[in-house]
């Protein structure tokens, strides 16, 4: 994961509230999830740079939301979609119990399932974005999805696959499927976004 450049977050206000949300990959067992905690005024466009450092991607491709009946995305001449910069969790009004879609890599096919889990007053002890949990790491960036993942975890299993060698060359040493640092994620949140836990 790498980090963002830093920006200024503003500091929490008695009032405002701040969204539970678990993120979790469809099409694999066992999951690859994470929970993130973020503010209310967190715009789409900000929330999808904060969920490419808590999962782990490197934002290289095409991204979207689908909320209810819109997509949104990231403001172009050519996007179908709704612009997800002039939109906030809060304006959604996206309420604890309600899910929606994030998706990344149309070719891959990277569909994240965002459930929103709790909306509660901020706790001014901390400062947001954070990650509170999560479980196994981020596929590789071009694998080629779900199912392919699903199959390169099998060889890398097996040494005497006939692809084992060039797969494992290709993956590297320091790629662990059941990986996950919470600490890690909170620095590159702290960097990226002055978040990552307490003030």
């Not at 405002?16 to 973020?38: A, C, E, G, M, N």
């Not at 290709?170 to 976004?193: C, K, Q, V």
Request: a negative charge; hydrophobic letters at 40%; aromatic letters at 10%.
């Amino acid at each position: 994961m790498k980090p963002r450049q830093t920006r200024k977050v503003p500091r929490i206000r008695g009032r405002d509230h701040v969204y539970t949300l678990r993120i979790t990959l469809r099409d694999i067992q066992p999951p690859i999830w994470r929970r993130l905690v973020v503010r209310a005024h967190t715009s789409l466009a900000e929330l999808h740079e904060i969920l490419q450092d808590v999962v782990g991607w490197q934002n290289y491709h095409l991204w979207g939301f689908t909320i209810g009946p819109s997509l949104y995305e990231a403001p172009d001449p050519e996007a179908s979609g709704l612009d997800a910069t002039k939109v906030t969790l809060k304006t959604l009004g996206v309420a604890a119990g309600s899910t929606f879609e994030y998706l990344y890599d149309a070719g891959d096919d990277w569909v994240h399932e965002v459930a929103v889990e709790d909306v509660h007053p901020a706790d001014p002890e901390l400062a947001y974005p954070v990650c509170v949990g999560g479980a196994r790491a981020c596929p590789p960036e071009d694998c080629g999805g779900p199912h392919r993942y699903g199959e390169i975890l099998e060889m890398l299993q097996d040494p005497k696959h006939a692809g084992f060698s060039e797969l494992a060359d290709w993956i590297g040493d320091s790629f662990h499927p059941e990986a996950f640092d919470l600490r890690a994620t909170n620095r590159i949140l702290m960097l990226a976004y002055g978040g990552g836990g307490a003030v």
